[in-house]
């Protein structure tokens, strides 16, 4: 059944942080990376007051929390017992948020659980409001976090009782954001947008958010990469409007294929997506009408979207193949493409395949096309 599930109050546009306040009740924790607060206090003091602050350290060089980061972040929540939860960052703060607040209100529970989904009803403590500080991850409007295991590998952490209560996209707060970070923040986005309007759930809505936002991606992230404020400021909104089109359509081959390349080669999750995208448009395109549709709406020629893809990523300097990888990744793709196969996204992904055909997608992406 399509649906349609995104934040309570949802604000956005350059200064729309002054909404903040209205958002936070109680006893606030407002829980941050150091390198963002120190960009982004005075501006969050403008706003909200009282608060607990808690300076989220993460063990991982990639950035996606891990299981040991979010029990620790649990452990701070059970001491201060806040009653909101203000999340400000990119994915792996608000990812550990989202998973810790499970473990908040529900101490009992673990991993195994929360990774099948079965996450019992939040807010008996906590609300959660989240702010987002990249343009990619969509993390402030989704139901999805994403965890590494102990087993390096990442899972997805997916439930609607994780959608924030409120979420901010205020471009004010991206300032800390690197020109890496805005390149593979935006892939990130862009391949939300463009695996959500092609999945095979039709959602009228979320496929024309996400149409909108590959369009906006495409003009805009060349100059985003190079700091040019307006273009940062569609960007993110281009985010927001690609995750409540992923928050209800899902993802494909991309996202399948990157939570299993992403932990085991430390590679940046935007980054890993922004490679493979090129290709799923090849892989999939016989199995869809949607990437014809797509290019009338951009005004590309039929056929094309492929090449306009990895000329971008030719033009942000990423890697146009998977070599960067090294020997190892073909050492490793039976592996990976079995754990890709396994992924709940592949059910939705226009083109249905398993390990084998998977194993063709990774092995086009290695060899390239020019
Ligand atoms: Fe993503």
Redesign the pocket.
């Known amino acids: 059944m399509p649906r349609f599930y995104v934040p309570r109050r949802i604000v956005f546009g350059k200064g729309s942080a002054r909404h903040m306040a209205s958002f936070v009740h109680g006893k606030t924790m407002l829980i941050t990376g150091r390198r963002t607060w120190a960009a982004i206090e005075d501006y969050v003091n403008e706003y909200v007051r009282n608060y607990t602050l808690h300076i989220y350290e993460r063990s991982t060089p990639t950035g996606e929390p891990s299981e040991a980061d979010v029990e620790r972040l649990a452990a701070a929540m059970r001491e201060t017992e806040p009653e909101t939860l203000l999340a400000i960052g990119g994915g792996s703060v608000i990812d550990s948020v989202k998973a810790a607040w499970v473990f908040y209100e529900h101490p009992e529970i673990t991993w195994k659980e929360v990774y099948a989904g079965k996450i019992p009803p939040l807010r008996s403590k906590a609300r959660l409001v989240a702010v987002e500080t990249t343009s990619?991850?969509?993390t402030g409007i989704s139901p999805a976090g994403?965890v590494t295991g102990r087993d390096h590998v990442k899972r997805g952490v997916a439930h609607e009782e994780l959608i924030p209560d409120a979420a901010v996209y205020d471009v004010n707060f991206t300032v800390s954001m690197s020109r890496e970070t805005a390149i593979y923040s935006g892939m990130?986005a862009l391949?939300?947008a463009l695996e959500a309007h092609t999945s095979r759930i039709d959602n009228p809505p979320a496929d024309t958010l996400a149409a909108e936002a590959v369009k906006i991606v495409l003009e805009s992230i060349e100059s985003s990469a190079e700091g040019d404020e307006e273009a940062r400021e569609r960007m993110h909104t281009a985010n927001m409007m690609a995750a409540m089109a992923f928050s209800n359509a899902r993802?494909g081959i991309c996202?399948a294929v990157?939570h299993q390349i992403g932990g085991r080669f430390n590679v940046p999750?935007?980054l890993i997506?922004g490679v493979l995208l090129p290709y799923s448009v090849l892989f999939n395109r016989e199995a869809t009408e949607k990437y014809d549709a797509l290019e009338r709406y951009l005004g590309l020629e039929k056929g094309t979207l492929h090449s306009v893809l990895l000329n971008l990523n030719e033009a942000l300097g990423i890697p146009t193949d998977l070599q960067f990888l090294g020997e190892k990744l073909m050492e490793m793709l039976p592996t990976i493409a079995e754990g890709s196969a396994a992924s709940s996204l592949m059910k939705v992904n226009p083109r249905q395949a398993g390990a084998k055909e998977i194993e063709d997608f990774l092995r086009m992406a290695w060899d390239g096309i020019r």
């Open positions: 990619g991850t969509g994403v990130d391949t939300h993802l996202h990157a999750h935007g997506n």
